[in-house]
């Protein structure tokens, strides 16, 4: 089991918004290490949504945004659309890894 | 634009090693990032193996310390992965990717490779 929570599963109509949580503990997002997220669409592979917890690399929409604080982080998702159905995971240094740890992941159903 | 692509057998025997490599194009191998494996079981969330800098420091999950070795051959541009005493646990898609020493993200990722440990 992953040290970094995510809901399994949320869900959204098009047009709405939707976040995703992340939670930590103070080996990692708590620590001060940034979060960063990733998109995995079906039969594909991670493709980096956010990084550095608020940074969105070139060509990535601004309907995507990220937050944090304290020991937990979020990915808020507005106008969705039926492309953005995937599987979405936050990632942040841990110290007690001495490397990278993801969550478990969230699947984001467009109702 | 950095491409990353995994190579290597897609079944393996238990108990045997599982052996991966990824060539890197676009961008220099010796540049200041880590050239990392993550691996994802089938239906599954996403786990750090282990990464490699270029000057061949390593760094590796430590629940797989014991069984994996990476190694990077900058002339050829491609770095390793072998993963030894494989059980069907480690049947999963092998993806390479590359992260930024500062943050620890992965901007590059190639496009997996699916590897089943089955007799």
Redesign the interface.
Same mark, same amino acid.
């Given at each position: 089991q992953?040290v970094l929570t995510q809901p399994p599963s949320v869900s959204g109509a098009p047009g709405q918004r939707v976040t995703i949580s992340c939670t930590g503990r103070n080996s990692n997002i708590g620590g001060g290490y940034?979060v960063?997220w990733?998109q995995q669409l079906p039969g594909? #592979?991670?493709?980096?949504l956010i990084? #550095?917890n608020s940074n969105r690399?070139s060509g990535v929409p601004d309907r995507f945004s990220g937050s944090k604080s304290g020991t937990s982080a979020s990915l808020a998702i507005t106008g969705l659309q039926a492309e953005d159905e995937a599987d979405y995971?936050c990632?942040s240094?841990d110290s007690s890894?001495?490397?990278?740890?993801?969550?478990?992941?969230t699947k984001l159903t467009v109702l | 634009q950095v491409q990353l692509q995994e190579s290597g057998p897609g079944l393996v025997k238990p108990s045997e090693t599982l052996s991966l490599t990824c060539a890197v194009s676009g961008y220099s191998i010796r540049s200041a990032y880590y050239w990392g494996w993550i691996r994802q079981p089938p239906g599954k969330g996403l786990e750090w193996i282990g990464s490699i800098y270029h000057s061949g420091s390593t760094y590796y999950n430590p629940s797989l310390k014991s069984r994996v070795t990476m190694s990077v051959d900058t002339s050829k541009y491609q770095f390793s992965l072998n993963l030894s005493s494989v059980t069907a646990a480690d049947t999963a898609v092998y993806y390479c990717a590359r992260s930024k020493p500062v943050g620890w993200y992965f901007d590059y990722w190639g496009l997996g490779t699916l590897v089943t440990v089955s007799s």
């Open positions: 992953s940034d960063h990733y594909t #592979a991670p493709k980096l990084y #550095a690399p995971y990632q240094y890894l001495s490397g990278p740890l993801f969550g478990g992941g | -």
